[in-house]
């Protein structure tokens, strides 16, 4: 084998140098300049990837500060929406429920055939007493606007508002409280508001109560109308069946509001407090 091998070794530099060049030709990798190239195109490539800070709270305080940042935008645009006054209360006495109800009961203009006595509506100054009683409504509280507007800006434009509310939107005594041991939660006598309530929650409880009092109001207002048919007298006692029940439930949501507010933060409490108690006993491990 080692003779066989001796045999077949090159002689002279020359031929050293014919096969150290075949070889070199056959070769698959580069030279040390190109490989030391590619291991540092290959490094930059990672290298500027982005690491982790090292903070892993990080992540959760950026969150608190977006969220911060959102509620106070929100609420923003809650007191710019309440400011406006055209966003208070928008009534047209043209499309009157009960002047529907009185026009489609007359018929058409060229009908000659009397209608028959039990569907033939006509109250003449239903109309006019419900505009003047809505307008009057309307008219306070664009007044209430001005007087709040002309007090000004910080805490006392915002308690004015309070008081604003109060006043345009009446409401009846709350017989139902929150079933919480916290005073704070309790809501209003007067508003039914509480300060644990969402943005949602009090604009459904404003929009029930102007649906009442508009329905009030106009019950009020067909009361005082003399020699109304029977089916009006029909129409206006289901009303305030229906006024009474949507007392009722108003103070149902309120309070279910309420409750569900303050779930949500006694559980939001918690959590953090679950939270911290386990940083601290992870620091405490790593300390031992």
């Given at each position: 084998?080692?003779?066989?091998?001796?045999?077949?070794?090159?002689?002279?530099?020359?031929?050293?140098?014919?096969?150290?060049?075949?070889?070199?030709?056959?070769?698959?990798?580069?030279?040390?300049?190109?490989?030391?190239?590619?291991?540092?195109?290959?490094?930059n490539l990672y290298a500027n990837?982005?690491?982790?800070?090292?903070?892993?709270?990080?992540?959760?305080?950026?969150?608190?500060?977006?969220?911060?940042?959102?509620?106070?935008?929100?609420?923003?645009?809650?007191?710019?929406?309440?400011?406006?006054?055209?966003?208070?209360?928008?009534?047209?006495?043209?499309?009157?429920?009960?002047?529907?109800?009185?026009?489609?009961?007359?018929?058409?203009?060229?009908?000659?055939?009397?209608?028959?006595?039990?569907?033939?509506?006509?109250?003449?100054?239903?109309?006019?007493?419900?505009?003047?009683?809505?307008?009057?409504?309307?008219?306070?509280?664009?007044?209430?606007?001005e007087d709040r507007e002309d007090?000004?800006?910080?805490?006392?434009?915002?308690?004015?508002?309070?008081?604003?509310?109060?006043?345009?939107?009446?409401?009846?005594?709350?017989?139902?409280?929150?079933?919480?041991?916290?005073?704070?939660?309790?809501?209003?006598?007067?508003?039914?508001?509480?300060?644990?309530?969402?943005?949602?929650?009090?604009?459904?409880?404003?929009?029930?109560?102007?649906?009442?009092?508009?329905?009030?109001?106009?019950?009020?207002?067909?009361?005082?109308?003399?020699?109304?048919?029977?089916?009006?007298?029909?129409?206006?006692?289901?009303?305030?069946?229906?006024?009474?029940?949507?007392?009722?439930?108003?103070?149902?949501?309120?309070?279910?509001?309420?409750?569900?507010?303050?779930?949500?933060?006694?559980?939001?409490?918690?959590?953090?407090?679950?939270?911290?108690?386990?940083?601290?006993?992870?620091?405490?491990?790593?300390?031992?």
């Amino acid at each position: 084998m080692l003779t066989l091998v001796e045999d077949r070794l090159p002689d002279s530099s020359t031929e050293w140098d014919e096969l150290a060049g075949v070889y070199n030709q056959r070769r698959s990798t580069g030279t040390l300049a190109a490989i030391g190239a590619g291991l540092k195109r290959h490094f930059n490539l990672y290298a500027n990837i982005r690491k982790p800070t090292g903070d892993p709270t990080r992540l959760e305080k950026v969150r608190k500060v977006k969220r911060a940042r959102w509620n106070t935008q929100m609420k923003v645009d809650t007191e710019k929406d309440d400011d406006d006054p055209q966003e208070l209360l928008v009534i047209d006495s043209s499309q009157s429920v009960f002047q529907q109800t009185s026009l489609a009961g007359m018929g058409n203009e060229t009908d000659t055939e009397p209608s028959p006595p039990l569907t033939q509506f006509s109250f003449p100054s239903v109309a006019s007493v419900a505009e003047e009683s809505l307008s009057e409504v309307v008219q306070t509280t664009l007044n209430n606007v001005e007087d709040r507007e002309d007090i000004g800006n910080g805490s006392e434009g915002l308690e004015s508002h309070e008081d604003f509310e109060r006043k345009a939107i009446s409401c009846a005594p709350i017989t139902t409280t929150c079933s919480t041991s916290n005073a704070s939660a309790t809501p209003n006598r007067q508003t039914g508001l509480t300060p644990q309530m969402s943005v949602s929650a009090r604009r459904r409880i404003n929009l029930d109560k102007a649906i009442m009092q508009i329905i009030r109001a106009d019950s009020d207002a067909m009361r005082t109308v003399a020699n109304v048919s029977p089916m009006h007298e029909m129409m206006m006692a289901q009303l305030r069946n229906d006024s009474a029940q949507g007392r009722t439930d108003e103070h149902r949501w309120e309070s279910e509001y309420a409750r569900r507010d303050v779930e949500i933060r006694d559980e939001w409490v918690r959590y953090e407090t679950e939270r911290e108690d386990r940083r601290r006993r992870d620091e405490d491990e790593r300390e031992e």
